[in-house]
């Protein structure tokens, strides 16, 4: 049993939140997993961890040592993959998650050329906009708008996504053309929304000159399918917030017109969120690596 073995079991207990699962996750019984932390601790000469017989939370020596020590294993797998040759010859499965417009303009049409660079490597995708469990789901990375509630899983932000506000001229034409977010708050249009089962958010986070303010929103419409909700509107149903890079051809061709403009939506953080990487393992890195440089253009259009 090394340092360094001990480190990476300290590393998958924080992230995972568990003992038990850490054990789970290395395959370890808890006994040892219990016996390095101890090691670590005494090493340290500090306490990284909070237990009782119900939870365990990490202590402020734990969460700096975390930053440290997920550096320190960054490094040690960089060297091991150069030295193995691993990078440049990867292959097995992964799992991937992405919400469907990020998977089906973003990922999906980028797949084929990844394909040929790295023919050993077999991509599951899926798509959906309801949330992921990375850990309990088995998904290697899960591409994400907005921000996640596990804090104990690792994430790479892409890029912070333009949004905007938009309906079809038809129904600009029947119910006015809104300029600012008072009048959606009042309820005076049909607001498309996304929501799928445990969703929270009934409001739109919105710049004014104020700054940022929440409106609530109406709407007689209502999915768990972002695309769903393009089309809705597309036929003329209500107001629709979308990430630019999902409507961009409907707003170049005039089938969506820009609304609410006085007062427009905040941006979206696009980000990866994955779990600590596997000794000798980069697919994901090179997974997410590969696609970010091809995705990230298309998530800044204005």
Known sequence: MSYLDNIRTFVRVYE?????????????????????????EQHLGVRLFQRTTRSLSPTEQGQIFYEGACAVLDSVEDAEAGVANITD????????????????RLIAPNMPDFAESYPQVTVRLRSSDRKVDLTAEGLDVAFFLGRPEDSNLRIRKIADCPR??????????????????????????????????????????????????????????????????????????????????????????????????????????????????RHQDPKSRLFMEFMIARMTPALNVV
């Not at 009048?183 to 445990?198: K, S, T, V």
Request: aromatic fraction near 6%; glycine fraction near 10%; include cysteine.
């Open 16 to 40: 995972l939140g568990s003992m038990s699962a850490a054990a789970r996750d290395q395959r370890l019984s808890p006994a040892v997993v219990s016996a390095r932390m101890t090691q670590l």
């Open 89 to 104: 010859n990867p292959r097995g499965t992964l799992h991937i998650a992405a919400p469907l417009g990020i998977g089906r």
């Open 164 to 277: 905007v506000l938009c309906a079809s001229p038809e129904y600009i034409a029947r119910h006015g053309h809104p300029v600012s977010g008072e009048a959606i708050d009042r309820g005076q249009h049909n607001c498309l929304n996304l929501r799928f089962p445990g969703a929270t958010e009934f409001q739109w986070n919105l710049e004014t000159p104020d700054g940022p303010r929440r409106f609530e929103v109406h709407g007689r419409f209502e999915s768990d399918d972002g695309d769903v909700l393009t089309n809705w509107a597309l036929d003329g149903a209500g107001i629709v917030m979308k990430p630019v890079f999902e409507i961009a051809e409907h707003l170049a061709s005039g089938a969506l017109v820009r609304v609410v403009e006085d007062t427009p939506p905040l941006p979206v953080q696009v980000a990866c969120l994955y779990a600590h990487r």
